[in-house]
């Protein structure tokens, strides 16, 4: 594809010179490791280091131009296209290269604090039991027509996006689910970008280490409701009961789908396209949800292994966003029957024993608060939670961790999480600062393995234990790097040291409490 052709839209501080508008673009890269000869490198600032750095490099590798939102350093000799934002023209040069897979695709993007997981597998869940070739790209994986890739970020660069939406597109897919945060949101990775569906889970305290404001995290979200370019979603899905969601500003030509339990939509003067998907009848068990779903007169049964109270708003979001695609009850059904889990949220350890122990990603004070709610909704004889705090990230948010996890917890045990660069006991500190507001009985362990064998052995029968913070991960980042590390492994090799099993058949033998 021609230069001027890929640049097409990408507004320029100075025009493209004549010699280069002909030439023939074979590629695109933002990292000079992936420059091949005839390719545009897209130099800008990351957040470890700064792609000007290696402009020479893409050159020596057979880079037609370099492409950055600042000027050419001392001494580069190549050519050099100073653009007015260096994230924006990579997305809409990606739109370019790849000749605009959104728009052939149907794309629902799912952005809030919590919930964008689970609620993104679920409408995926849905397209794929109604028979459709999907991409689902978020935190845990990203799945391409049923090929499973590992995840770099939650939201990718625009290039990689719109590779994929490019490679489904020629595997005859038809729709595409995504998790898109407010990172993403605010650095312009899903610039330009159309979108058929954009959902709001909900809003709470979270990465203000980046943003510094809440109101600076929710212009983050707004994007996706009114993007900086391009047209606004077709539909919006937003949550009725989430104070936030409801300020949400939506474009006249988008018809909104609002979804709760307890309020009804806010009155829009002159806005008659909106549609009130509610739960009504709620049973909420060990075993999992049923509730009907109902959209004015209309209401039909749903049944799903997913529990606690948040999961019924994770399941309205996905019926809700399903039915903007035009799914069926049974395809809804049907979708939600075949995800019994979602890897780290809520997620059992089941070797036999007499009590629930569970795994959530749980790492702000709602989320908290929310899987604890979970928990408690069970009526469990005891609640002990595990929880830590991530280092290098918002210390703000530390003692309202220590505060949640205390004022609901019958027990907790506070360890490590993700210290990185941090001292892990100064984290520690900082959590006990709300912990201690309460008089919840506690334990304080650093090594985050003998914290989850104390907050096991600990337990009794009927009691639930919460390993809450780091979910699916399987790994801990510590000063000098990762590590492996399991919760849901370590939970395992716990309970099995204490002579919980499951036999062959799948039932339990006994173990300590039995």
């Given amino acids: 594809m021609q ?11 100075s025009a493209l010179p004549a010699e280069l508008q002909s030439a023939e673009v074979r590629g695109l890269a933002y990292d000079s490791r992936k420059v091949e000869n005839g390719f545009l490198f897209f130099a800008f600032a990351g957040a470890k280091t700064d792609g000007a750095q290696f402009a020479n490099a893409a050159l020596q590798k057979g880079a037609l131009a370099v492409v950055s939102d600042r000027p050419a350093p001392g001494g ?15 997305a809409m040069a990606s739109k370019n290269f790849f000749n605009r897979p959104d728009e052939h695709l149907a794309i629902t993007a799912v952005t809030g604090t919590n919930g964008k997981t689970t609620s993104t597998l679920l409408i995926d869940a849905m397209l794929r039991a109604a028979g459709k070739t999907t991409a689902l790209i978020g935190t845990i994986e990203y799945h391409l027509a049923g090929q499973v890739l590992p995840a770099v970020n939650t939201t990718p660069e625009s290039l990689d996006l719109f590779r994929m939406f490019s490679e489904l597109e020629q595997m005859g897919g038809t729709h595409v689910t995504l998790e898109a945060s407010s990172h993403a949101l605010d650095l312009g990775r899903i610039f330009a970008m159309q979108f058929h569906t954009a959902a709001y889970t909900n809003f709470t305290r979270d990465h203000l280490d980046y943003h510094h404001t809440m109101e600076a995290y929710f212009a983050a979200k707004q994007l996706l409701f009114t993007p900086r370019s391009g ?9 009725a009961d989430d104070d936030a969601v409801r300020k949400v500003r939506t474009a006249p030509e988008t018809q909104v789908f609002w979804y709760g339990i307890h309020q009804e939509p806010p009155v829009h003067e002159g806005r008659f396209n909106q549609v009130w998907v509610r739960a009504e009848n709620i049973e909420s068990d060990f075993s999992g949800l049923r509730f009907l779903v109902a959209s004015g007169e209309h209401k039909f049964h749903i049944e799903s292994a997913l529990v606690g109270h948040i999961n019924v708003y994770n399941i309205l979001l996905a019926c809700s966003a399903a039915l903007t695609l035009g799914l069926t009850e049974e395809q809804i059904r049907k979708g939600l029957s075949a995800l019994k889990s979602v890897p780290g949220r809520f997620e059992r350890v089941e070797e036999g024993q007499p009590f629930m122990v569970v795994v959530d990603y749980a790492h702000t004070d709602d989320a908290l608060r929310n899987v604890i709610t979970a928990a408690r909704a069970m009526k469990p004889k005891r609640v002990i939670t595990l929880f830590g ?3 290098d990230r ?3 948010k530390r003692p309202l961790m220590g505060m949640a996890a205390a004022e609901l917890s019958d027990y907790v045990v506070l360890t490590s999480d993700n210290p990185r660069s941090e001292d892990p006991l100064a984290i ?6 709300g912990l201690r507001r309460f008089d919840t009985p506690h334990h304080v362990e650093p090594d985050r393995e003998r914290a989850i064998r104390a907050a096991i052995e600990t337990a009794g029968p009927g009691d639930v234990v919460i390993l809450a913070g780091k979910g699916h991960e399987t790994y801990q980042v510590l000063r000098d790097g990762p590590i492996p590390f399991d919760d849901r492994e370590v939970a395992r090799r716990v309970l099995r040291s204490f002579g919980y099993q499951r036999n062959q058949k799948g ?6 409490n039995a």
């Fill in 428 to 433: 520690m500190n900082d959590a006990m600062v």
């Fill in 507 to 512: 039932t339990a033998s006994p173990g300590r």
């Fill in 76 to 90: 580069f000799a190549g050519p050099w296209l100073q653009v007015a934002h260096g994230r924006q023209a990579l």
């Fill in 231 to 239: 047209p606004s979603p077709r539909f919006a899905v937003l949550n």
């Fill in 394 to 396: 918002d210390r703000s």
């Fill in 389 to 391: 705090c991530g280092g």
């Fill in 3 to 13: 230069l001027s052709r890929v640049l097409e839209g990408v507004p320029l501080v």
